[in-house]
């Protein structure tokens, strides 16, 4: 079975500072996605980010990029600039490639703050 | 475009009583999502529908919980009889197919809270 860890329950970063969250998971497949989702205190789940994990480049979305090492299991997420709106809970999470199988496999999460 | 919407937004039942809640996915999705999100952990899929078959039951707590798609459009989740541990968040979510790595688009929740 797939694992996503995130061993960092809680960040903070100052205003326009970056910062790196950690994600590590675990699966035998070779072909898969991962994702970085935000869920601000209103609770709605939005996508940050996605990465196809036969796509040797980084994912990149505006100030959002990450670092993914196949190799090592690691999907690390960097925030650049960081604004006081990415104040939220960040969750990891894996996904198969398979044509109907595509339930999330999601990490604890990490808690970001953005302090002025 | 309308977002998923789910109802009611907060609940607070006695154990061993009912509930159901409801979801309402965006409009053209095939695939809908009901996962249960236990404070301090991330959601975990419950079961996973393409239009009105399940695809996906294995986490479901089939002797309590139950759902149903009938029309392939909305969906309700029931649990019968309620327990203590089933305190959560049970959020929606749905995509345009059932394919891995298609976005899924999540409701606001529905907050449960057994005494």
């Known amino acids: 079975a797939q694992t996503v860890t995130q061993s960092q329950p809680e960040m903070s970063v100052q205003e326009a500072e970056t910062v790196t969250l950690s994600c590590t998971y675990d699966t035998s497949e070779s072909d898969y996605y991962l994702f970085w989702y935000k869920q601000p205190p209103s609770r709605q789940m939005i996508l940050v980010i996605r990465?196809?994990?036969?796509?040797?480049q980084n994912a990149t979305e505006n100030r959002f990029s990450v670092n993914f090492q196949k190799a090592a299991k690691s999907f690390s997420l960097k925030i650049s600039d960081s604004q006081l709106g990415d104040a939220a809970m960040y969750f990891c999470a894996y996904s198969p490639s398979q044509s109907t199988a595509s339930k999330l496999t999601f990490g604890t999460g990490t808690r970001l703050q953005v302090t002025l | 475009e309308a977002g998923v919407a789910q109802s009611p937004r907060y609940k607070i039942i006695e154990k061993r009583q009912s509930v159901a809640f409801w979801c309402n996915p965006i409009s053209g999705h095939a695939t809908l999502y009901w996962y249960q999100q236990i404070l301090g952990q991330g959601p975990k899929l419950l079961i996973q529908f393409q239009n009105n078959g399940v695809v996906d039951d294995s986490q479901l707590p089939k002797d309590r919980f139950s759902a149903e798609r009938l029309k392939g459009v909305d969906s309700t989740l029931k649990i019968q009889p309620a327990k203590l541990e089933d305190s959560a968040v049970y959020l929606c979510?749905?995509?345009?197919?059932?394919?891995?790595?298609?976005?899924?688009?999540f409701g606001p929740g529905t907050r449960l809270l057994v005494l």
């Open positions: 990465q196809e994990a036969y796509k040797q």
């Open positions: 979510a749905s995509s345009l197919d059932p394919r891995g790595g298609e976005t899924q688009y």
